[in-house]
């Protein structure tokens, strides 16, 4: 089922000081970016920290919530450009703040990452990080990308520390002049999460191909994610078509929802979709590891990346990846060895490089066991989260963060506060629920 928005918008309980704990607050900006939480949120509290969740409303939110073992209080907040429910979302997440107390607070995706940050800083949180999980100016132009790379640099600006989530997003960010070196971080070799590496493991699940309508000896060309243009949809349709006039008995099969988003696909080819023969969308899908088990290469056609989870989930399932030099993408692959790499937006790129992965067996498998050996050595989930909760407990025993941002908001800040929360006094009366499971 689609990740569907949750009427429960509420908060209770607000305790800033619960057994004493020190308390961590990350917020998103979509419910559906929980999908890129699992497991970090449950290693932070069990390493003993209290964690809450702040994030629009949805039933990924509240299933976050139970599985992970946090809190979890839900924010409207819009993804696209909107001022005045920016500005009433901004009013709610420094009154929460100056609630909750927390002695962290990690903001990601663009519009939380902004509307976070900045509360976070109004509200004197003494550590705060902002953690770059994507570029999204990367795909804009115009006057859109300088207000989104404007928004970028406020979004670091109000942090101590910018954590990037790979090599190349690092990178882009220095070049970008989002914050100076010093100030942009990185966990080992990046990734949010890692791999649960026994969970997405080799395999061939033939029931379900059985289920999806594709015959068993049938070559498979994966995609998992959003379906939108962000994503490469478009070019991995066009370049299908190309594939089965060569192998006319190969499938594409398409683990996603259609997103509602900006870059969203175009009716003409949601309906190529729907009525082709040899295309299966899934819709969205709760746990995606069995549907790896059914490809034979997975594609990423992608034009922009933090660090794709969904290649070392096919990495780690024994599946060659197809994807792109975008940022992020490209640190997800070692190229000719655990997959290829191709420039975005060719359709022609993609058809050539499936063909021939399709049309090497021997090949096809070598790279498959050497995709989930890098793995299991680099992006286990134990490890990543391991160097995750290292950094949290270093950067929050870090004397000179301490030192500088300890004490509560200046009178400059609180008054700032005051008046955003005047401006939207009518929605905060609205009472904000928390769910502790």
């Given at each position: 089922m689609h990740p569907t928005r949750s009427p429960r918008t509420t908060a209770q309980g607000l305790d800033p000081n619960k057994n004493g704990q020190r308390h961590i607050v990350i917020g998103i900006?979509?419910?559906?970016?929980?999908?890129?939480?699992?497991?970090r949120l449950h290693a932070l509290r069990e390493a003993g920290f209290r964690v809450t969740l702040i994030s629009s409303p949805g039933e990924l939110l509240d299933r976050t919530a139970a599985r992970e073992g946090i809190a979890a209080i839900a924010v409207p907040m819009c993804r696209e450009i909107a001022p005045f429910s920016d500005l009433v979302a901004l009013a709610r997440l420094v009154w929460l703040l100056l609630r909750l107390r927390p002695d962290l607070a990690e903001f990601s995706t663009p519009k939380a990452g902004l509307l976070g940050s900045i509360a976070a800083l109004l509200a004197g949180v003494p550590v705060r990080v902002y953690m770059l999980r994507g570029l999204k100016l990367e795909t804009a132009s115009g006057w859109k990308r300088k207000l989104l790379l404007a928004a970028e640099r406020v979004s670091a600006a109000c942090a101590h520390v910018v954590l990037c989530n790979s090599q190349s997003m690092r990178a882009e960010a220095l070049a970008m002049g989002l914050a100076p070196a010093a100030k942009l971080d990185l966990l080992g070799d990046g990734s949010s999460n890692g791999v649960?590496?026994?969970?997405?493991?080799p395999g061939r699940d033939s029931e379900l191909r059985m289920k999806l309508g594709i015959p068993g000896a049938a070559p498979v060309v994966g995609f998992v994610g959003r379906l939108t243009r962000d994503k490469g949809v478009p070019e991995l349709i066009e370049a299908f078509d190309v594939i089965l006039k060569r192998q006319p008995q190969v499938h594409l099969l398409l683990v996603g929802w259609f997103d509602e988003a900006e870059d969203a696909l175009s009716r003409s080819i949601r309906a190529r979709i729907a009525c082709h023969p040899h295309i299966h969308c899934t819709g969205f899908v709760s746990d995606t590891?069995?549907?790896?088990?059914?490809?034979?290469?997975?594609?990423l056609p992608t034009w922009r990346e933090g660090f794709p989870n969904v290649v070392l989930e096919a990495a780690a399932s024994g599946v060659p990846v197809v994807t792109t030099l975008a940022t992020g993408s490209r640190d997800s692959v070692l190229p000719e060895v655990t997959g290829l790499l191709i420039p975005p937006g060719y359709p022609q790129a993609i058809s050539e490089s499936v063909l021939r992965l399709l049309g090497d067996s021997a090949r096809l498998e070598k790279m498959g066991q050497a995709a989930r050996a890098w793995i299991c050595r680099r992006y286990a989930d134990y490890l990543v989260l391991g160097m995750a909760v290292s950094f949290y407990k270093r950067i929050l025993s870090q004397a000179p963060i301490a030192a500088v941002s300890a004490e509560r908001p200046a009178p400059g800040a609180r008054a700032a506060a005051a008046r955003l929360l005047a401006c939207a006094r009518a929605p905060l009366r609205a009472t904000h629920k928390a769910y502790v499971k």
């Open positions: 900006t979509s419910a559906q970016t929980c999908l890129n939480l699992t497991g649960d590496v026994e969970r997405f493991s590891a069995p549907y790896y088990r059914t490809m034979d290469v997975m594609v």
